[in-house]
């Protein structure tokens, strides 16, 4: 067995082409971009926004334009939803009760992942996690965590929601 690593351990050519391989995986894979890029920090604005005014304060009318008119959300208790259907949950379901319900974004669990196409970017998944908070006898408390993952993509140099996963909803437990 040494004879035959023998020419691949001595052989500068071979280390070389292994070395331009490697360069060109990480130059093309699709990588998490990191909390400092502007992509991230897009996102995650976008999600505030989103959550802050659909879930805890109400204001529907500045989530309905962040939302593609092809919005497809899938909910592994609610089902599956289009635009108008999620919307009108919102409203009836959230917004009915207003200020007693919030959802937060857990720390440090937000990651972005650049989709691309010809090296341009048209889109990006955002994955993390989420608690749900409820007014209970005058006090928020954590009563709910779930996963996310959107799909958002660029349509006419804006941000859109196109997809959305939201699953592995379970009580909260510290």
């Known amino acids: 067995m040494e004879d035959f690593l ?17 360069f060109f995986y990480s130059l093309f894979s699709n990588a998490q971009v990191n909390e400092s890029s502007d992509l991230y920090k897009v ?17 529907i009318e500045k989530v309905i334009p962040m939302i593609s008119e092809d919005f497809e959300f899938y909910h592994d208790i609610g089902g599956i939803q289009n635009k108008e259907e999620f919307i009108t949950a919102i409203k ?11 959802r937060q974004l857990v720390n440090n669990s937000l990651s972005v992942f650049p989709m691309k196409n010809n ?37 006419n140099n804006h941000w859109k929601l196109k997809r959305v996963l939201s699953y592995n909803h379970k009580p909260f437990s510290e």
Request: aromatic share 10%.
């Open 119 to 155: 090296n341009q970017l048209y889109g990006a998944v955002q994955k993390g996690k989420h608690t749900f908070l409820q007014k209970i006898d005058g006090e928020m408390k954590t009563v709910g965590i779930a996963d996310f993952t959107h799909l958002w993509i660029l349509e």
């Open 43 to 59: 996102l995650k604005y976008k999600d505030s926004i989103l959550f802050n005014n659909a879930f805890n304060k109400c204001k």
């Open 6 to 22: 023998t020419p691949f351990k001595e052989s500068y050519l071979i280390k070389i082409v292994i070395a331009i391989i490697i």
């Open 92 to 102: 009836v379901n959230i917004c009915s009760k207003p200020e007693q319900n919030k």
